[in-house]
């Protein structure tokens, strides 16, 4: 799934996902444990979830001893992005401007953060010809 975004989350498997990320590696117990006072949940909803949350890519397992432990597949910052592509794609007809122009006119993000936005891209632009020019000698 590398290159394919994957399947949207729901609002309760976003939650989930919070937790594995904040924790690195977890058990369905401890994400019980760890929205128990926001959102408790029985374990066979939490172990439910943690399958649904496997099967659309988002967190692995491994087994040590009876217990499977999860990890995520990829960071929170990936999963935002595919989030905002899928966005793009379904409401922007594939246009990030459009997104961006959006964003600007309800006042989501200013004309100054997407000039210093640009100014982030322009240096990371830069640092990548320079690793390639580097790599080329």
């Known amino acids: 799934m590398a290159g394919r975004s994957r399947p949207s989350m729901s609002p309760l498997e976003d939650t989930v996902m919070r937790v594995i990320w904040a924790k690195e590696t977890c058990t369905a117990d401890e994400v019980r444990q760890a929205l128990l006072r926001r959102q408790p949940m029985k374990d066979s909803t939490v172990r439910t979830i943690l399958r649904r949350l496997e099967a659309k890519g988002y967190v692995s397992h491994e087994i040590a001893g009876r217990t499977y432990v999860y990890r995520p597949r990829l960071p929170a910052r990936r999963a935002a992005a595919q989030a905002v592509r899928q966005i793009v794609d379904r409401l922007c007809e594939g246009s990030v401007e459009q ?29 990548r010809k320079q690793e390639g020019e580097g790599n080329a000698t």
């Open 99 to 127: 997104l961006l122009q959006g964003m600007v006119s309800d006042r989501i993000v200013t004309a100054e953060q997407l000039e210093e936005l640009a100014r982030k891209v322009a240096e990371a632009e830069a640092g």
